[in-house]
């Protein structure tokens, strides 16, 4: 056999062998849930999930927002739902009505529910990125407002936080929002921002802002035993990429509660 053809055999054998691994191990990497688990249906986003493990029985939220009719006008409405059996059956949780006047985009809650946030557009506020915090299980919430990044034109309103996530226990705990600035008229992306609280919402600290990208979904979850009072969390959005003219998807990582990301 001509030995060009033979090396491209060998060639396209280790490529058919190697890509589906390769394929694989991404799927994995990017969201390590239950085995069984499976997202509902709804009408609208999903913006963040929660496992505590990745057993048949782990104990899972979801929360995002739903596209209903309101005064014959389809507003979005946040939602949080739970399973108790890895993902597989859902059920929804009754939430108080979050403050009026303010564009709600989501919710996220610890998996004991006794931290939730959710992020939000204040049209009369300034700053105008504003957080709703419960600490009481859905039942009441609080306001933070949140400071544009330092590039950030003070009188561009598109800066939006658009999803968020919570984890961990009391002290333990780590919740994150991100979003960024879109231009009304097309996808051109003017600048990402990333905010997090290690201190049960006391407190937020800028993570990440930077032009060229917006974040817009999340997930978080604990550690393993050995490391039960550790945060993983993971962003995912968009970024423009001036070479080929249009949108790529970019990704941020913490493994150790927030001290870094990447």
Known sequence: MNIKIQAFLISLL??????????????????????QFQYPSVNGKISSTNCSNHSANAFCLITGFEVLKDKNKEKPHPFVMQSVDGGH???KLLVSDLPP????????????????MAPGYDPNG???????QSTDQLQSWQLRYIDLPSFADPNNRNFRLQTSCCSGKNANSLCFAGGGSIETFGRYVLGA???????????????????????????CSMGSEIEQYIVKGRVEGEI???NTGGPETMTEETDDSGLVWN
Do not use: H
């Open 14 to 35: 280790l490529l058919l062998y190697v890509c589906p691994l390769f394929s694989v191990g991404l799927v994995q990497s990017k969201n390590q849930l239950p085995a």
């Open 89 to 91: 059956a859902w059920k």
């Open 101 to 116: 006047g303010i564009e709600w985009s989501s919710i996220s809650c610890t998996l004991d529910k006794n931290l939730c």
């Open 126 to 132: 300034t700053p105008w990125m504003v957080i709703a």
């Open 193 to 219: 921002i990333l905010v997090q609280s290690r201190d049960q919402g006391k407190s937020w600290e800028n993570v990440n802002s930077f032009t060229g990208g917006a974040w817009d979904w999340s997930e």
């Open 240 to 242: 423009w990429d001036p």
